[in-house]
């Protein structure tokens, strides 16, 4: 099989569109059903739990190519790349630095299961405490930037800096930037993971995930892999490849429509509290600009006290009070209820996810119609309320 020659292609645009040639001339990658491969002749026999059939092989170099990695691992679950990749990468004694605001699945696995694997952690809000308290076992600083869902960014630039003095590994959760809008490798990070389930299959209707980054540390990564075994089907690789493709115009279109719904809520006068790094009031707004292409999809905001939640829910036409992101569809959820319903409600204040938080993600639908929207089921819902 022809390898892609993705490192020729200048921008993620392209990367996501480039296709490997099959032996058939055909442009799109047959889906290899078969869990059984000769392997007298072979060096590295194909098995679906070794993360290295076809199909596999294919999607997860085109994950690599967009993220400017040297190669990726494709998993069943956002969740199944992310607990797999820090075991992978800690032993009993050691001890893990974490991000505070972190997606609420990915809280309550580092905090429920680290101990039992003999790893210690603590929290950090930023930088700063990212350097106080890092220890001399401290092997791994997990993050994402944006947080979800508070949108929160950090400074990848900063980060490895600490890192680096540090000699600790970093890992990053890139879900709510998509590779399109950043690039954590670029900075020097470590480790990428995806859930796949949100902009990179992008339909709603297909689960997976990522980890990308040098082979060196993928090949830890996937020796903890084989014995997890969250591998991906053949159906749902081709699937997540399919989806790739128009990775970029999704997300360039679904970055122009959040700038334009962000812009509308902040001028509303029922809104008391919005979170969007695009918006010049975001506190990292100047930051956000020198590391990421575009702003992305996701924002939160709060609505003004005397406002009914439920009922501006019910009152939505288009957008879709629904669980899960990065979708062409708009959807808007409540994290306290959804996202960070496992985390507790301490960790949930500290982290400013407030009970009447509300988190949009925001499709590729008109962002007229999305405005309109917002805008009808406001007014209709403090009319329900008087
Ligand atoms: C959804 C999500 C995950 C978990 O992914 P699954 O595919 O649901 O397992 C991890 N990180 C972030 C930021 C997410 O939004």
Redesign the pocket.
Known sequence: MTQLRNSVLLDQASRCVAHEHDPSQGLVQPIYTSTSYHYLDEAAQPYPRYFNTPNQESVSRKIAAIENAEAAIVFN????A?STCVLSLVRPGDHLLMLRGL?G??HSFLVSELTKWGVDFDFAANIEEFATKCRPNTVLAYI?SPT?PCLDILDLRAMVQFARDAGVLTVI?N??ASPINQNPIDFGIDLVVH????YLGGHSDL???AVVGSRNLLDRVAEQARKFGGALNPQDCHLLERSLKTLDVRVTRQNENAMAVATFLQSHHAVTRILYPGLSSHPEHALAKTQMRGFGGMMAFELHPNQPIREFLTRLKLITPAM??GGVESIISIPALT?HKYVSEDDRRQSGVTPNLLRLSIGIESPRDLIADLDQAIEKSSQDAS
Do not use: H, P, R, V
Not at 77 to 80: K, W
Not at 195 to 198: A, D, E, I, L
């Open positions: 679950s956002g969740m199944a992310i997606y699945g990915t994402e979800n959760d879900t709510f859930s796949g389930t949100k689960t997976s995930g899960s992101l996202s």
